[in-house]
């Protein structure tokens, strides 16, 4: 049986040239490199046809679906052209956050510090110095330091406790200052500085659907669904929903790419009654839509596909 792969780009970047060089992404020329390859072996879906054979719960042959996650100025500077050149359509998830309040996620506040730091290890250091002074119990930092202090798949042990212990954070002006001094001793600015020349703008957006881009759910606030309770998930999807809306995007069918990949049965269950046609997790693996619950689509990093 026919089985669709669904990619997954974050950035895409000329990044020698780029402010921030040491931010994992993706480089244009391999972007270019990959598309063509994917362009003579696969058939790329646009929407109309991702409805059509979800729809049929049929998948034609050797079928693939390009998602561009987090909604980066990227995305409208290297990938839409790239895109448009070969007459490829490409779902778009950014968070609405980002557009409506021009404000910056976490995950990428954290990326930009780790870009920076020379030494992981005095990061750590740093980070635990400030644990500390914000009133962190022994006992929390202990839990921290058992729970979140291990290598990863793609991190070092020390860049992991770094993300984890911040990502898992509440979202609380403790949090906030301990973001902003990291962020002022490390990249050496003030953080709303930089807001604009990371991501999509409205006038961005619409730019990707005139050029017949899909642009989906994700999130409001970029957080994890899947630890939210039943009535902070619902206000979450009911905000993604509005900036659906106000962006013309598509709310009846639409699509939702859970942020970091989080969501549970109730986050499946509210999406179906607000009319989502599917789910896109960080799970690896391609899909077959006669047995797969679309609400758990697989994906491949770029960086593992070809
Ligand atoms: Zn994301």
């Known amino acids: 049986m026919n089985k669709l792969n669904i990619i997954m780009y974050h950035y895409v970047r000329e990044s020698k040239n780029s402010k921030f060089p ?5 480089e ?9 390859y994917l362009k003579k072996k696969y058939k790329i879906l646009n929407y109309q046809e991702f409805l059509y054979y979800s729809e049929q719960k049929k998948i034609p042959k050797n079928s693939c679906m390009l998602t561009f996650d987090d909604g980066y100025k990227d995305h409208i500077k290297y990938v839409l052209p790239e895109l ?6 490409g779902f ?6 980002t557009i409506m309040e021009n404000s910056i996620l976490d995950i990428n506040i954290l990326h930009i510090i780790q870009s ?3 030494s992981e290890k005095d990061l750590v250091k740093d980070l635990n110095f400030l644990l500390i002074k914000n009133n962190f119990s022994e006992k929390e930092i202990k839990y921290f330091q058992k729970n979140y202090f291990y290598n990863g798949r793609y991190d070092s042990k020390y860049i992991r406790y770094f993300k984890e212990v911040l990502q898992n954070m509440k979202l609380t002006s403790k949090k906030n200052k301990i973001l902003e001094i990291l962020f002022k001793k490390y990249v ?6 930089l807001a604009d020349s990371i991501y999509l703008s409205c006038k961005d957006i619409k730019e990707l659907i005139n050029n017949k881009m899909y642009v989906g759910g994700h999130g409001y606030d970029h957080v994890r669904l899947g630890r939210l309770n039943n009535k902070d998930q619902e206000k979450e999807i009911e905000k993604t929903i509005k900036f659906l809306k106000f962006i013309k995007a598509p709310i009846k069918n639409w699509l939702m790419c859970y942020p970091y990949g989080s969501y549970n049965l109730k986050t499946i269950e509210i999406l179906k009654k607000k009319n989502c046609l599917g789910g896109l997790t960080v799970k690896v693996g391609n899909n077959d839509f006669a047995e797969d619950n679309l609400f ?7 960086n593992d596909f070809i």
């Open 116 to 118: 920076k730091a020379l």
């Open 84 to 89: 448009k050149k070969r007459s490829i359509s």
């Open 22 to 26: 040491n931010i994992k992404s993706l």
């Open 92 to 97: 778009f998830f950014p968070s609405a956050r």
């Open 188 to 193: 050496k600015i003030e953080i709303n500085e």
């Open 28 to 36: 244009l020329n391999d972007f270019k490199d990959q598309l063509n």
């Open 296 to 302: 758990e689509l697989k994906r491949y990093d770029t």
